[in-house]
């Protein structure tokens, strides 16, 4: 057969004002843009593991409507798998119903796919539910026999990260990318309210056999000469004694790298040191808010960001002394929060000298508790609104400010905290401890 699998990709903001604000600011929806521009690890993935037999294209189209006016839509496959993110799932189901009506075997997946798993099939001959991994083989054999079924779900016990396969990096052209990603977990053991990442997939945290992800390192410094390379995990180092291990080892291969995590990297002083040596840049971590109220009850397990939140000033000074940049990211908009969230935040990055921000407006994807939650209370504006959910529009009641004042509030915020002169002196204060960290090493 020959396969396409189309990644749908791209920034999306349905409030105009404020893209147009992004467009103008140091540093505003960064993140997003990489996000936007990591090439699809999950269909990586799904082509590392499909037979010599099958012919694959692994294809991006960031704008459907850019695409059709230039009439540049791929043609001639047998099967299409489409993956997306629910702000594009409109554009997903747009191009799953061409290809259907041109006689193509279409497959949805995906996170929101996932959640709606009712929705997509109508924009698709199959649907897969939940890690991608434990049923391709099905779609293809039940494809070559044009029989798809209507729905592949996988059994998060029935797929283990030691059999993981390679992805299939070589189908990129690399020299689009600014980053690539490598898996190393999947899961996380927080059960924050809001989460939309690969908790939806599986209910069980995974761990990669370090031997693969340094194969899988070593596959991209045979493509790429100056690698930069993001871990795709939820939570990289909740196996603190594994990164102990594999960090060593990767000193060799000359990376620079970003993960996420959470606070508590904090409390492995060795840890930091070699995550340093091993060229880590930055961590990105999910403060949520600076104020202790509206993290009560986020984390569903034990409260344990709230927990945690004394010690936010002390942990984010310990790890950037170690000459690694923190990227703190707060949601506006959580419950118990005030207009007074906005100075805060503010007040909270000068004091802390935090390298990077990121400010997202609360958004509740289907399958979160939050969803469900918010949708119970009657404070969706609308519950189907998918291209709304961007983290930068407000679908949603606020339950302790109006939805201008969180609208407005946000502005105002994102215009200071991405000044070119107040992204310009982070700049500098971060430049400053690396300097204190370079002479440390020095001395020792």
Not at 53 to 69: N, P, R
Not at 128 to 145: C, N, Q, S, T
Not at 185 to 202: I, M, Y
Not at 410 to 436: D, G, N, P, V
Request: glycine share 6%; charged share 25%; net charge negative.
């Amino acid at each position: 057969m020959k396969i396409a699998l189309i990644a749908m990709s791209g920034i999306r903001c349905c409030d105009q004002e404020l893209m147009d604000m992004g467009l103008t600011l140091p540093g505003f929806v960064d993140r997003s843009k990489i996000i936007a521009a990591l090439p699809s690890l999950g269909l990586l993935t799904l082509a590392g593991m499909t037979p010599n037999e099958h012919q694959v294209d692994y294809i991006e189209i960031f704008d459907i409507k850019d695409t059709k006016a230039a009439d540049s839509i791929p043609q001639g496959y047998d099967l299409v798998a489409i993956s997306s993110y629910g702000a594009q799932i409109a554009e997903a189901y747009e191009l799953g119903d061409i290809y259907k009506a041109s006689g193509m075997m279409v497959v949805q997946g995906g996170l929101h796919v996932s959640a709606c798993p009712e929705e997509a099939i109508l924009h698709a001959d199959a649907v897969a539910i939940g890690e991608g991994e434990p049923v391709w083989a099905d779609i293809l054999k039940d494809a070559e026999r044009r029989n798809l079924r209507k729905f592949y779900k996988s059994d998060p016990r029935a797929f283990s990260l030691d059999d993981a396969p390679m992805p299939a990096y070589e189908l990129l052209d690399i020299d689009k990318y600014n980053r690539l990603t490598i898996q190393t977990s999947r899961g996380c053991p927080r059960s924050c309210e809001f989460c939309a990442s690969s908790v939806l997939l599986t209910n069980t945290y995974k761990q990669k056999p370090a031997d693969k992800v340094l194969a899988e390192i070593d596959r991209i410094c045979d493509i790429w000469q100056k690698p930069f390379i993001e871990f795709a995990d939820d939570n990289t180092f909740v196996n603190a004694s594994y990164w102990e291990d594999i960090l060593p080892k990767m000193e060799s291969r000359k990376l620079r790298w970003f993960t996420e995590t959470d606070i508590s990297i904090a409390k492995h002083p060795e840890l930091l040191r070699l995550m340093r040596k091993s060229g880590c840049a930055q961590i990105l971590i999910g403060l949520e808010s600076p104020l202790e109220k509206p993290l009560d009850g986020i984390e569903k397990n034990n409260n344990w960001k709230l927990k945690q939140w004394p010690d936010y000033k002390k942990a984010i000074e310990t790890i950037q002394s170690y000459g690694i940049s923190v990227n703190g990211c707060f949601v506006i908009g959580l419950d118990g929060q005030t207009p007074d969230i906005f100075d805060a935040i503010y007040d909270f990055v000068c004091e802390t000298e935090l390298h990077e921000v990121q400010i997202t407006l609360q958004t509740a994807f289907p399958g979160t508790k939050l969803y469900d939650r918010l949708r119970a209370e009657k404070r969706l504006i609308d519950e189907t609104a998918w291209e709304k959910l961007t983290l930068f529009d407000v679908n949603f009641i606020p339950s302790h400010m109006t939805q201008d004042e969180l609208r407005k509030g946000f502005y105002s915020l994102a215009e200071k905290m991405y000044s070119e002169e107040f992204t310009s002196l982070r700049k500098q204060k971060f430049m400053e401890k690396i300097r204190a960290y370079q002479r440390k090493i020095k001395e020792n």
